[in-house]
């Protein structure tokens, strides 16, 4: 799916491809700074930055840093609160070590200034996720099946799931998709399946007339969807940024979330994995009762600048 997403998001083709995807977290972590130490030797940068929540963030930092190279982090400083989740010790990890500080909230400010990192280092530029979503609004696709489904804008609920908890036991899979079909009326329910998924969706062999489950989609298909749903389940962290910049009611099956400003300030609520929890919400949402979010400060599209500003005037000087 990488090659969608850099089409559709009019991003060039990388210079350098490690090719570290598969096998295990170790293996990854492993791959990636093997690789990523050649290419820091070959061509030594002034600053490396690092995105995100995942294994390339905190293998990326950890390789520059042995190699005495200046790191800044983008999205820094986010906390969950729960170390069972690896991007949580991927974040820990990689602002422990690193030089510079791009954050998306004042709370993750916080968060940093808590563990003593020096309030210089630390730029609270905004959301570069949401800079993607409002730069691609013009360009969203409705999607091949929305059609043939009969499906309409604001009548259906989105559903992604992909965290061990909710997907890796075909029982909690199996309670999670009757409680929702049983509970959302005649609404049709709309979910991307990721492939491992839907090896243990055919386990069990569950079907309901009114999910809808189809593969990965592209981001301008993906993103159509959740402009347009009734409401979205979800457990995936940047979904519920995306539902809160949009307005559309979002319940996050997790029982943390290092995204509290969507729930704080936008239109998300955090539900914990235990499918009953769901049931009163999506009452909320059949009866139009659903809370009128806000959208968080500097969630406004320029935060990329911002970061290139604050690089050139206050980082490499």
Not at 26 to 32: E, P
Not at 78 to 103: H, K, Q, W
Not at 246 to 262: A, F, H, I, N
Request: negative net charge; contains cysteine.
């Amino acid at each position: 799916m990488s090659g969608d997403f850099f089409f559709q998001l009019d991003i060039p083709e990388p210079d350098v491809n490690l090719g570290a995807g598969g096998g295990s977290q170790a293996q990854q972590t492993g791959a990636i700074m093997i690789g990523f130490e050649q290419e820091l030797l070959t061509h030594r940068p002034d600053l490396v930055l690092v995105v995100g929540d995942v294994i390339s963030t905190m293998a990326c930092a950890i390789t520059a840093k042995k190699l005495e190279i200046k790191v800044a982090h983008v999205e820094a400083g986010i906390r969950s609160g729960d170390m069972s989740m690896p991007e949580e010790i991927n974040c820990l990890v990689t602002d422990a070590i690193c030089d510079y500080f791009f954050t998306t909230t004042l709370e993750a400010d916080e968060n940093l200034i808590r563990n003593g990192v020096p309030i210089s280092a630390v730029f609270f530029v905004g959301n570069t996720m949401i800079d993607s979503l409002l730069s691609n609004l013009d360009k969203l696709n409705e999607p091949e099946f929305f059609k043939k489904q009969n499906l309409k804008v604001r009548d259906y609920f989105l559903l992604t799931l992909h965290r061990p908890s909710n997907v890796d036991t075909e029982g909690n899979l199996s309670r999670m998709l009757q409680l929702i079909m049983e509970n959302v009326k005649k609404f049709h329910v709309i979910f991307p399946v990721h492939p491992g998924t839907r090896q243990k969706l055919e386990r069990i062999g569950f079907s309901n007339p009114y999910l809808v489950d189809v593969d990965p989609l592209g981001y301008h298909e993906f993103i159509y969807l959740v402009k347009n749903a009734k409401a979205i389940i979800t457990d995936s962290g940047g979904i519920t940024e995306e539902a809160t910049v949009l307005g559309v009611p979002c319940m996050t099956m997790r029982d943390s979330t290092e995204r509290p400003e969507t729930i704080s300030i936008g239109t998300n609520v955090l539900i914990g994995t235990n499918p009953e929890a769901l049931k009163p919400y999506l009452q909320m949402v059949l009866e139009g009762k659903w809370k009128k979010g806000g959208i968080p400060d500097k969630w406004d599209g320029k935060a990329t600048q911002r970061i290139v500003d604050e690089i050139l005037n206050n980082i490499i000087l």
